[in-house]
């Protein structure tokens, strides 16, 4: 199996506070990922780790198969992210988020119009173009920046929380885009506080404390924990109950 992201005993900290403690995983090409824990459990920091914007303290991570301690800019190149805060320019056209994104990317301009036609027309944003991002819908912005994400085809893509905030269809028909970029092969790893979203994942992990408590299929985890649904697990292993 082609393994993407790697960490070993992979350990972060703040003076005397240890953010991530020693977590170990794998994560395969085209699996949806998702990696879960209450607010302060660790995985916001993880993440940053992964995506080369934060050094680990000790151990070992691969993404792409780049160190991400020694070759953190090779890492960036070859990852998409979204954040929850919304990653595209509010001032700037639909148009214009999707060129300027592309140049970023290091895309050429031939490219990037191809591409910024090929996205207007999926996301039926055509009539939008040249309206500024400030005036679409949430779901609308969510799904464009996830397109955007996606822009210089990268094998990997980092989505943190990328639904918060939106209605449930909009979250449905976000998650038809992430089923079909990982149908394309493309790794993603997803962080979210709804726990329905969890059953759309290939695997789970639950970080409690700086420390992955468990990590399974959703289905497994279910039986293992004798949980109805994913949010029974989360409440028992955020309780100490398991």
Not at 190 to 204: G, I, N
Not at 207 to 234: C, S
């Amino acid at each position: 199996m082609d393994f993407v992201i790697t960490t070993e005993q992979l350990s972060k900290t703040f003076g005397a506070f240890k953010a991530v403690d020693a977590i170990s995983f794998e994560v395969a090409q085209g699996e949806i990922f998702g990696f879960l824990g209450a607010n302060g459990a660790g995985k916001t920091t993880a993440l940053k780790m992964l995506t080369g914007l934060l050094s680990p303290s000790s151990g070992k991570a691969t993404v792409a198969s780049f160190d991400v301690w020694r070759q953190p800019e090779q890492v960036k190149r070859r990852i998409g992210y979204m954040s929850q805060k919304f990653s595209l320019y509010e001032d700037l056209s639909v148009r214009e988020n999707i060129r300027f994104y592309g140049g970023i990317y290091g895309l050429k301009r031939a490219d990037i119009a191809a591409k910024t036609a090929d996205l207007l027309q999926k996301l039926e944003l055509e009539p939008y173009a040249d309206q500024l991002v400030a005036g679409l819908p949430l779901g609308w912005r969510q799904k464009l920046a996830f397109s955007v994400a996606l822009l210089h085809e990268p094998r990997i893509v980092f989505l943190d929380e990328p639904t918060s905030g939106v209605d449930p269809l909009t979250r449905r028909q976000f998650w038809d885009l992430i089923y079909e970029a990982a149908h394309e092969g493309v790794t993603l790893m997803v962080t979210t506080h709804y726990m329905d979203e969890a059953e759309y994942c290939d695997r789970v992990s639950i970080m409690v404390d700086g420390k992955i408590q468990a990590l399974d299929t959703p289905r497994n985890m279910k039986k293992a924990f004798g949980a109805e649904d994913m949010d029974e697990v989360f409440r028992k292993l955020a309780r100490g109950q398991a």
